[in-house]
């Protein structure tokens, strides 16, 4: 199939999956939080696993991987597969609606939605030119952004005051995992490089092998660690009354939903844009001070307007951490070996997607949230420093070109 062809279709179902994506998008933000902590009164245990029920996902994304590339399936036929059995999770869990199912249903279905990317990124690997890789692929996220975002204020009014209904969302979310999954189906793809053995962390050797990838994923994990530590207590913040707010569902769901969602989809094009033109280590540390910014704005103000505010440059940076967390390695991986990189960074997202949640629940229950913010913000500005001895490798980098053999003589 010729690559126009294999663009065009890609396109099409992506901007369909995109819909779908931003309704499960809700899930992990707002919604199964919500439910776990107003419906069931979930203790801080069970309210980390449901948050952090993607990042599962990411952990055994290498495993994934390599089982994919030992079957020989097409990156985009198994992750149709593998979505289709998350969707079959929140159904399991909207008919049998107590706490345990619930977190079993919720968990197992966005942590097959997190396990499929290195797939995903795999075949835009393949089906997106790289000149134009960030601009199709902020496009897209633009729809997911906008579904995110009117979903949040739809479902908020919807289950504010009828919170006992919640299993009608857990059919949406099912649903909507069915119709990316009959998109991924549709997309042409192909099977991945069966090298370096079948054994399922095989991909690990990379950290090893490639020094510029290696230091890269050490910030990343300082950043998303104290990122992805915070991001959960946005929602307990804003609806245990033992913060002096209690909000009702619908505005929890408009400050952690709607308006980061309305500042995404603005920005979107043009992060963008600066994926495929700038280098891209400046653009990850211009996005790690947005993160640090909003974070301080939104957990230390103790204010309604300091809430929009972080939420609004939440929303920002967020939606260049869209583009660059899902593309960056497509700049300097080998184009065979994408997935296996993919994979890599997945796993390390994974682990801290797990530990930050249950890190940031234990520690809220101890310190003031002010601090947590203060110390998250530190931890997110030594990331940055670090990175900027690497921006001389992310301007070599502009074209999408691999530094394997740069930069490791």
Known sequence: MAEASRTHITYRYERWRAVASGVLETATSTFLLVIALQWFHAGAFAKALVAGGGSLGLIVSPVIVTVVSSLGWPTATAASRLLAAGAFSFLLAAALPGLPIFILGSVAGMATSAAVIPLLTQMYQENYPAKER???????????????????????????????????????????????????????SQALTAEGGGHPFRAMRFVREDPLFRRTLICWMLMGFANLMMLP??????????????????????????????????????????????????????LNIGFALGMLAFFGGHSLTGMVLGAIIFGISNAGGDVAWSLWVTKFAPAARVADYMSVHTFFTGVRGVLAPICGFYFISRWPVGWLAIISSAMIIAASLLLVPEIRFGRRARAGTALVEEVSD
């Open 134 to 188: 960030g601009r199709l692929f902020s496009k897209t996220v633009m729809i997911r952004i906008g579904t995110a975002a009117l979903f949040s204020k739809l479902a908020g009014v919807a289950l504010d005051g009828r919170l006992d209904q919640f299993r009608w969302l857990l059919l949406v979310f099912a649903m909507a995992l069915g119709g990316a999954s009959y998109c991924l189906a549709r997309c042409p």
């Open 233 to 286: 207590l946005r929602v307990e913040y804003l609806g245990n009354p033992n913060y002096h707010f209690g909000l009702s569902v619908t505005r929890i769901a408009i400050l952690t939903g709607v308006i980061p969602n309305l500042a995404r989809l603005v920005m979107s094009p043009v992060w963008g844009w600066c994926f495929d033109h700038l280098n891209f280590f400046a653009l990850r540390v211009t």
